[in-house]
């Protein structure tokens, strides 16, 4: 109530007062301000092939000409991964030639929808990349496939890979594979749940050099992830390292999980039980 009277009572309550107020709040006062030049900011020159600022473009790790392999990839993304900047199928797509690698955006695959895909599946030289009790040690399953042969990637998160395996029933035609290594990822400006889980470029490179019989795939696909990693860190970003080694070294900043079963996966991780 005082500060109401106050108010009311106060000189600036008239008209002239408030129109003084609104002219020093609209700028009036900085007449000079206005007639200063404005400087423009100039975007960066980005290369046209990778779409990367030239100072840090990819193109010279990429191969001269596409791989010749006789596997065709189909990457299936989870809609959030195509918004990601520092994504890696790109980096994929660009090393092999268009009819060899194609991403499918969404989370949803009907045969309807999808009648390319559903036939796809349907063959019975076709492989889905998801690992699993069910899933066959790809390197044997190498030796016995005739060529050429088509694998499905599923991009995305552990959780958003998961949700489009198992609601696509499409995806559970084909012979189910996994890779079998130790490799630990060289994606190290993303976090991974524990220090074996590979970025789908990895996985692409190190499944078509097993399909194609040819360790130097592996290296080539590899390049340009490892030169946008250092780029990277180059520019200030930081290593992550997985959720394991923080956990285990006691380096986990986070609140632990309430829920039980994301509890769980975290005393699973710390005790190197395969989740």
Same mark, same amino acid.
């Given at each position: 109530m005082e500060t109401a009277a106050g108010v009311a009572e106060g000189p600036a309550a008239g008209?002239?007062?408030?129109?003084? !107020?609104?002219?020093?709040? /609209?700028? $009036?006062g900085c007449e000079g301000l206005w007639e200063l030049p404005v400087e423009r900011s100039e975007r960066r020159a980005e290369c046209e092939r990778c779409s990367r600022p030239q100072k840090v473009c990819l193109c010279p790790f990429f191969p001269v000409h596409p791989l010749r392999v006789s596997t065709c990839l189909y990457i299936i993304q989870h809609p959030a991964e195509e918004s990601r900047v520092l994504r890696t199928?790109?980096?994929?797509?660009?090393?092999?030639?268009? /009819?060899?690698?194609?991403?499918?955006?969404?989370?949803?695959?009907?045969? /309807?929808r999808y009648p390319e895909l559903a036939a796809v599946c349907r063959n019975s030289s076709t492989l889905i990349l998801y690992p699993g009790a069910e899933a066959a040690n790809l390197e044997e399953m190498a030796l016995i496939l005739s060529s050429p042969s088509t694998m499905i990637i599923i991009d995305g998160t552990w959780s958003q890979a998961k949700d489009i395996f198992y609601k696509n029933s499409l995806f559970r035609l084909p012979k189910q594979v996994q890779l079998k290594t130790s490799i630990s990822s060289q994606y190290v400006i993303r976090t991974q749940p524990t220090n074996t889980c590979l970025s789908t470029l990895e996985?692409?490179?190190?499944?078509?050099?097993?399909?194609?019989?040819?360790?130097?795939?592996q290296e080539t696909i590899l390049r340009p992830l490892q030169a946008l990693c250092s780029f990277q860190l180059q520019h200030? !970003?930081?290593?992550?390292? $997985?959720?394991?080694?923080?956990?285990?070294?006691?380096?986990?900043?986070?609140?632990?999980?309430?829920?039980?079963?994301?509890?769980?996966r975290m005393e699973l991780l710390v005790n190197n039980v395969k989740i």
């Open positions: 008209p002239a007062g408030v129109e003084a !107020a609104a002219g020093q709040e /609209d700028g $009036s199928v790109p980096l994929l797509a660009a090393c092999l030639p268009r /009819d060899k690698c194609k991403v499918l955006i969404g989370r949803r695959f009907g045969e /309807d996985c692409a490179a190190i499944a078509l050099a097993i399909m194609e019989k040819n360790d130097g795939i200030g !970003a930081q290593i992550h390292h $997985s959720k394991e080694h923080l956990l285990k070294n006691g380096l986990y900043d986070k609140p632990m999980p309430k829920n039980k079963r994301k509890l769980r």
